[in-house]
């Protein structure tokens, strides 16, 4: 603005000041909203944080204590690396484990890793932390059958959940190795895992080929009954999603989906509403997710695939939330 007599001078200055602080209050605003947490308490944008190294698809990552536990495909040991440094450490030997499927923790402390295997559906490998103790027991399933596992939370308290894709039942189990319950779950075609999240909740997921199957994640009671769902027939859009690998609580009852074939990680609340696609980038497939909410980082096992969408590699990348 250009002030040129001193008749316009006062009303100039007057006009200028205003302006000033106009735009210093919308500075303010702007600031704030871009500091304004959503409905999941996610604030900022995710940065790589770290990586671990390149090898065979990973199946499973757990970091318990100062360590981190990795399993991958066809490797008969569980890999452990320090937490701080994500330097390798040392290698723990499962016998009779042939193919690595997937991973979780039960807890609290002193915790264990419960690994299923791809050959062998009706047992489950425990082995306890740090001592790396190895025992198993039985999911009462049929030895051919996938299972997807999910972790000790603060719905589950100790107990860990294991979800049998041919006969569709969610069941709870104790440490020992008792069952605690059990759902079927009969309208969700071969479901994947299983995540409690309310005290009679479980988040399901499912989803792997061409239409007309369907790509979702359902809430369902304790009956087994389908209360809402995520998704539909596979897409990359809002409302979509391309093979939902995998499930892990989050903050504020919210749930992350491992969105395999769209290769990003989506964040649904608890009604599982869309809230944001969290990390779209720096991943090739997100096979399993952990989200450590004390030190704030999202571990996501990462693999690489071939032509027919088969792992031909893998990696753990860390991402800082």
Same mark, same amino acid.
């Given at each position: 603005?250009? *002030?040129?007599?001193?008749?316009?001078?006062e009303m100039?200055? $007057?006009?200028?000041?205003?302006?000033l602080?106009?735009?210093?209050?919308?500075?303010?605003? $702007? !600031?704030?909203?871009?500091?304004?947490?959503?409905?999941?308490?996610?604030?900022?944008?995710?940065?790589?944080?770290?990586?671990? @190294?390149?090898?065979?698809?990973?199946y499973?990552?757990?970091?318990?204590?100062?360590e #981190? +536990?990795?399993i991958?495909?066809?490797?008969?040991?569980?890999?452990?690396?320090d937490?701080?440094?994500? =330097?390798?450490?040392?290698?723990?030997? /499962?016998?009779?484990?042939? !193919?690595?499927?997937?991973? &979780?923790?039960?807890? @609290?402390?002193?915790?264990?890793?419960?690994?299923?295997?791809w050959?062998?559906?009706?047992?489950?490998?425990?082995?306890?932390?740090?001592? !790396?103790?190895?025992?198993?027991?039985?999911?009462l399933e049929?030895? +051919?059958?996938?299972?997807?596992?999910?972790?000790?939370?603060?719905?589950?308290?100790?107990?860990?959940?294991?979800?049998?894709?041919?006969?569709k039942?969610?069941?709870?189990?104790?440490?020992?190795?008792s069952?605690?319950n059990?759902?079927?779950? @009969?309208?969700?075609?071969?479901?994947?895992?299983? #995540?409690?999240?309310?005290?009679n909740?479980?988040?399901?997921c499912?989803?792997y080929?061409?239409?007309?199957?369907l790509?979702? /994640?359902?809430?369902?009671?304790?009956?087994?009954?389908?209360?809402? *769902?995520?998704?539909?027939?596979?897409?990359?859009g809002? !409302?979509?999603?391309d093979v939902?690998? %995998?499930?892990? @609580? $989050?903050?504020?009852?919210? &749930?992350? &989906?491992?969105?395999?074939?769209? =290769?990003r990680? &989506?964040?649904?609340?608890?009604?599982?509403?869309?809230?944001?696609?969290?990390?779209?980038?720096?991943?090739?497939?997100?096979? %399993?997710l952990f $989200?450590?909410?004390?030190?704030?980082?999202?571990?996501?096992?990462?693999?690489?695939?071939d032509?027919?969408?088969?792992?031909v590699?893998?990696?753990?990348?860390?991402?800082l939330?």
């Amino acid at each position: 603005m250009h *002030c040129a007599k001193n008749g316009a001078m006062e009303m100039c200055r $007057f006009v200028l000041a205003f302006l000033l602080i106009l735009t210093a209050a919308e500075c303010h605003n $702007f !600031g704030k909203s871009a500091l304004r947490k959503d409905e999941c308490g996610i604030q900022k944008t995710p940065i790589l944080y770290s990586t671990l @190294p390149v090898g065979r698809p990973v199946y499973g990552v757990q970091p318990i204590g100062d360590e #981190i +536990f990795v399993i991958r495909d066809s490797t008969p040991y569980i890999e452990v690396y320090d937490r701080n440094t994500f =330097q390798p450490t040392r290698n723990i030997t /499962v016998a009779g484990l042939q !193919g690595p499927y997937d991973m &979780v923790q039960s807890s @609290p402390e002193p915790a264990s890793l419960f690994v299923a295997d791809w050959f062998n559906g009706n047992n489950l490998f425990r082995i306890e932390i740090p001592q !790396g103790v190895v025992s198993n027991w039985s999911t009462l399933e049929d030895s +051919f059958t996938t299972l997807g596992l999910a972790r000790s939370n603060a719905y589950t308290g100790s107990d860990i959940v294991v979800t049998a894709s041919a006969s569709k039942k969610v069941k709870k189990f104790e440490v020992s190795g008792s069952m605690v319950n059990e759902i079927t779950v @009969p309208a969700i075609p071969s479901p994947r895992q299983s #995540i409690q999240v309310r005290r009679n909740r479980y988040a399901v997921c499912h989803g792997y080929g061409p239409p007309p199957e369907l790509h979702r /994640v359902c809430l369902v009671d304790a009956s087994g009954t389908v209360d809402r *769902c995520y998704g539909g027939t596979r897409g990359s859009g809002v !409302g979509q999603l391309d093979v939902p690998g %995998r499930l892990e @609580p $989050f903050k504020n009852d919210c &749930v992350l &989906v491992a969105d395999t074939a769209n =290769q990003r990680v &989506v964040a649904l609340n608890k009604n599982l509403e869309h809230v944001r696609d969290l990390i779209a980038y720096g991943i090739d497939r997100p096979y %399993r997710l952990f $989200f450590d909410e004390a030190r704030g980082l999202l571990y996501v096992a990462d693999n690489t695939v071939d032509n027919q969408g088969i792992a031909v590699s893998g990696r753990v990348t860390v991402f800082l939330l």
